[in-house]
């Protein structure tokens, strides 16, 4: 459906031009700068309270929150994540994925972030179409062991601006990591007791404890494995 519009508007527009209008323009940064933006201010921030971040979890959680969740579209990522099951969902159960699918990721990601430093982090050239509505930021993140591993966010253009939705590290991609190990989990036990299970997940790691084993995500590019 949303093919078939486009394609109308491009033949509206190519029929009658003079009564187009200029599109509004995207606030914010392009897709390369905003990463870049991000991750300067990020690093700043680390830079004069690492220490900080490193005995308090919560404050570890604000730094990312305060920098990541503006510029994430935690929505979007959850509704493709969820697949099929999204139609199927209460908008209660969306509210609550949505939340607990970012608190995974953060939970997963966040410990790595105190670790990180900006000679880890190398921007490659953007190679994508300014004027398209989806665009890849290319960058490489030095290991322990030296090694340089790909780590490409996956951006889409949006109202508020552009806004990363996946991160593809060495390969393997969040959103379809998640989504076929999420999706196995739901078929057998159903949506609610996935949700279930990462609130409580979610829970013990905001407490400190150990969380229990359930889907993994891609490794941090910043740990050697």
Known sequence: MQSLIRALIVFVLGVVPAMAADPAPTPGPGPQELIEQISRDMLRDLDANRA?????????????????????????AARLVLGQ????????????????????????????????????????????DPAADTATVRTEVKRDTGQMVPVNYSMR?????????????????????????????????????????LEARNAEQASGAKPASGAAAPKPAGKSR
Not at 55 to 76: E, G, I
Not at 88 to 108: C, H, S, W
């Open 52 to 76: 900080a971040y490193a005995r308090d979890r919560s404050q570890l959680r604000a730094l990312v929150d305060k920098y990541l969740l503006p510029n994430f579209d935690s929505d979007y």
């Open 85 to 128: 099951h999204w139609r199927t969902a209460t908008e209660a159960q969306r509210k609550r994925f949505i939340e607990a699918f970012y608190g995974t990721l953060m939970g997963d990601y966040g410990d790595a972030v105190v670790e990180f430093t900006a000679d880890r982090l190398r921007f490659l050239p953007f190679k994508g």
């Open 157 to 197: 253009r949006t109202p508020q601006g552009w806004k990363a939705w996946d991160v593809t590290i060495e390969g393997i991609s969040y959103v379809r990591n998640f989504r076929t190990d999420f999706g196995a989990e739901i078929d057998q036990k159903g949506l609610e007791a996935l949700i279930e299970r």
